[in-house]
T-cell receptor, first 117, second 111 residues
Framework: DTGVSQDPRHKITKRGQNVTFRCDPISEHNRLYWYRQTLGQGPEFLTYFQNEAQLEKSRLLSDRFSAERPKGSFSTLEIQRTEQGDSAMYLC???????????????FGDGTRLSIL | KQEVTQIPAALSVPEGENLVLNCSFTDSAIYNLQWFRQDPGKGLTSLLLIQSSQREQTSGRLNASLDKSSGRSTLYIAASQPGDSATYLCAVETSGSRLTFGEGTQLTVNP
């Protein structure tokens, strides 16, 4: 169990540029989640995947945001035409959910901090 | 819409004190409640998960309780240590597996 890994840890970019983040979940976990956290606030849910299927998207996920998990393993979150308001910590989490296990804790990565100049 | 509130927003205590952090939520239709710890610039570490059918969970010096009907949870930390200094976040899981978080309690334990 190597934990949830996110890359990059920090990203600084100019307004209007596109950015892509990667998340590698714990290998046996079938669910993967994306959250956004701004300074002094708790994380806010963006979207989640069950294997490769994207099952839910928050209203926070505007048309400029897209997330994929093509093979049911790693996931990418892309933000197009970045805006100042996109500056935040983007957190990825994973969990294993099965009928027998019930609800298990979500394990979080250390996040990608995005700064828009 | 589920809303989670944590009180106090910040807490400073001397080492060795026992302390209680509070969490309340507006919709009692939850699957579970989780307490997390977050260190500056880091991700979240899961501390305790209480299923909706349970009333408490314990891990070492930590004890979390859940009263689903009143929409409340408490995290009790015994014999606090400087290493406990962090932000503590409460989150509830509702349908669709999304976690709804409170804004956290920033804890400082002074040596």
């Amino acid at each position: 169990d190597t934990g949830v890994s996110q890359d990059p840890r920090h990203k600084i970019t100019k307004r209007g540029q596109n950015v892509t983040f990667r998340c590698d979940p714990i290998s046996e976990h079938n669910r993967l989640y994306w959250y956004r956290q701004t300074l002094g606030q708790g994380p806010e849910f963006l979207t989640y995947f069950q294997n490769e299927a994207q099952l839910e998207k928050s209203r926070l996920l505007s048309d400029r945001f897209s997330a994929e998990r093509p093979k049911g393993s790693f996931s990418t979150l892309e933000i197009q035409r970045t805006e100042q308001g996109d500056s935040a910590m983007y957190l990825c989490a994973s969990s294993l959910v099965t009928p027998n296990l019930g609800y298990q804790p979500q394990h979080f990565g250390d996040g990608t901090r995005l700064s828009i100049l | 819409k589920q809303e989670v509130t944590q009180i106090p927003a910040a807490l400073s205590v001397p080492e060795g004190e026992n302390l209680v952090l509070n969490c309340s939520f507006t919709d009692s239709a939850i699957y579970n409640l989780q307490w997390f710890r977050q260190d500056p610039g880091k991700g979240l570490t899961s501390l305790l998960l209480i299923q909706s059918s349970q009333r408490e969970q314990t891990s070492g010096r930590l004890n979390a309780s859940l009263d689903k009907s009143s929409g409340r949870s408490t995290l009790y930390i015994a014999a606090s240590q400087p290493g406990d200094s962090a932000t503590y976040l409460c989150a509830v899981e509702t349908s669709g597996s999304r976690l709804t978080f409170g804004e956290g309690t920033q804890l400082t334990v002074n040596p």
